[in-house]
């Protein structure tokens, strides 16, 4: 068998257009598709959304932008979404954070907090201390979202034994 490649994140937000706004910016992301109305009808579309939603979901609102590497990121807007500050429960079952890269971090962290996103940790942190040049942070969007940025790739972070 041959490891499987991602293929793109879901995101719930509270304003579509500036969540698009944020991403694109933040990320450079492309935008493939601005925000979209997606209706409950008996499309194949519709028909998928009852399979995951459940019936009487009536409607929602969609963006789908795209990395670099082809990894896309999915920003919904539903009517129910509310814009509410929640704690940082990262403790409990479910999506706790995702991650991009950048050899920039700091100025990455720069243009994240002009958009309004903003970063949790108290410093860029380094991996290998004085041996190599890895560093990660911890981010939030503007809606609370939990992501995090790595100077290099996962792969060469963690095959030399980062915790070590």
């Known amino acids: 068998m041959v490891a499987l490649t991602f293929s793109h994140i879901g995101i719930t937000v509270p304003d579509l257009e500036k969540a698009v706004e944020f991403y694109s910016k933040a990320f450079d992301l492309y935008v493939l598709m601005p925000p ?8 194949a579309i519709g028909e998928m959304c009852d399979d995951v939603f459940g019936e009487g979901w009536g409607s929602f609102r969609i963006a789908h932008l795209s990395m670099g590497d082809g990894v896309g990121i999915e920003l919904f807007e539903f009517p129910k979404t509310i814009e509410e500050d929640r704690p940082f429960e990262y403790w409990r079952k479910g999506l706790f954070h995702f991650c991009v890269q950048d050899t920039d971090l700091e100025g ?57």
């Open 36 to 43: 979209t109305e997606i209706f409950h009808d008996e499309s």
């Open 108 to 164: 990455r962290i720069k243009i994240i907090e002009e958009l309004g996103g903003r970063q949790r940790m108290k410093q860029v942190r380094k991996y290998y201390p004085g041996q190599k040049p890895y560093r990660m942070v911890y981010m939030e969007d503007p809606f609370g979202n939990v992501f995090e940025l790595y100077s290099h790739s996962y792969e060469l972070t963690y095959s030399a034994g980062a915790y070590d």
